[in-house]
Nanobody, 129 residues
Framework: QVHLVESGGGSVQAEGSLRLSCGAS????????MGWFRQAPGKEREGVAA????????YYASSVKGRFTISQDNAKNTVYLKMNNLKPEDTAMYYC??????????????????????WGQGTQVTVSS
């Protein structure tokens, strides 16, 4: 199994920045997709960003494109989400997730939350104006 732990959440003022980290342990996949999802009260869970670990292909939701950057440090089995120019509407619980299956291709990272088999406990991000 894959164990995921998020960190880096907190409270920040609008236009501020945060960097979330997701450390992965357990079985190591040579190919994997790591994703960040978020869910705010009264809203559905949405995909924020994803990265394919074998090649660095990335995806961003339109709502965060240009402000958020997903990156990886393979040596540390860690994925990051750098969030700049934060807005109050970014307030949500942020979850790290991994697809974690053998033979995964990039397209398999883009089919929604149901494709992801491993999830962290979440880290809260609160942005005030």
């Amino acid at each position: 199994q894959v164990h995921l732990v998020e960190s880096g959440g907190g409270s920040v003022q609008a236009e501020g920045s945060l960097r979330l980290s997701c450390g992965a342990s357990g079985y190591t996949y040579s190919r994997n997709c790591m994703g960040w999802f978020r869910q705010a009260p009264g809203k559905e869970r949405e995909g924020v960003a994803a990265i394919y670990t074998d090649g660095g292909y990335t995806y961003y939701a339109s709502s965060v494109k240009g402000r958020f950057t997903i990156s990886q440090d393979n040596a540390k089995n860690t994925v990051y989400l750098k969030m700049n120019n934060l807005k109050p509407e970014d307030t949500a619980m942020y979850y790290c997730a991994a697809v974690g299956r053998i033979g995964l291709m990039w397209g398999g990272c883009l089919r929604g939350a149901t494709e992801y088999n491993y999830w962290g406990q979440g880290t809260q991000v609160t942005v005030s104006s």
